[in-house]
């Protein structure tokens, strides 16, 4: 699937969508959560409730939010895909991750949920013909085109995971 045009979605989305390298996204997506789940393994027990500042979430937070985010996103797609009507409400990420318990969650755990999200995600996606990719629908007050929601899901999480690798200071120890 090629990547959306940029009025197939609203500008702000770029910022992933253009993290993603060409290619075939869904395969993209399938790569870079063992690239990601790999580095957080780095994580030892005592770091995963680490915040690099007061008021940031902490690494098991980060991965809650990738997981709501992938969900919401994911069924924005299929919503859209389908040609369901109606707008999709936006999603206020520090609301949700208020909300998630993600914090009291083992990272194990959190990673596990995520990789059977993407799985899915994968096998659903490879089932969308090119009609659905190009329909569009309204997400956030936004216009969106279906084919938007998986680059957006792959450049979301290539933005977490460097953050983590740069603010979080997670990897292998230098």
């Not at 075939?24 to 027990?45: E, G, H, K, N």
Request: contains cysteine; charged residues 30%; proline residues 5%.
């Amino acid at each position: 699937m090629r990547r959306p045009d940029r009025d197939e979605h609203d500008a702000y989305y770029s910022r992933y969508i253009d993290l993603v390298p060409d290619g075939d996204v869904i395969d993209t997506l399938q790569a870079q959560m063992q690239v990601t789940r790999a580095l957080l393994a780095t994580v030892q027990p005592d770091q995963e409730e680490y915040r690099y500042a007061p008021g940031k979430w902490s690494v098991r937070e980060v991965v809650g939010h990738l997981i709501d985010t992938e969900r919401v996103f994911g069924f924005r797609c299929v919503w859209v895909a389908r040609g369901a009507a109606g707008e999709q409400p936006g999603m206020e990420q520090d609301d949700w991750a208020a909300a998630s318990n993600a914090g009291s969650r083992a990272l194990g755990d959190l990673l596990a949920e995520w990789a059977g999200v993407r799985r899915d995600h994968a096998s659903l996606f490879r089932g969308f013909d090119d009609d659905a990719w190009a329909r569009v629908g309204s997400a956030s007050g936004r216009p969106f085109s279906a084919r938007t929601f998986p680059w957006v899901i792959a450049g979301h999480e290539l933005h977490h995971r460097a953050l983590l690798e740069r603010d979080y200071q997670v990897g292998p120890r230098r």
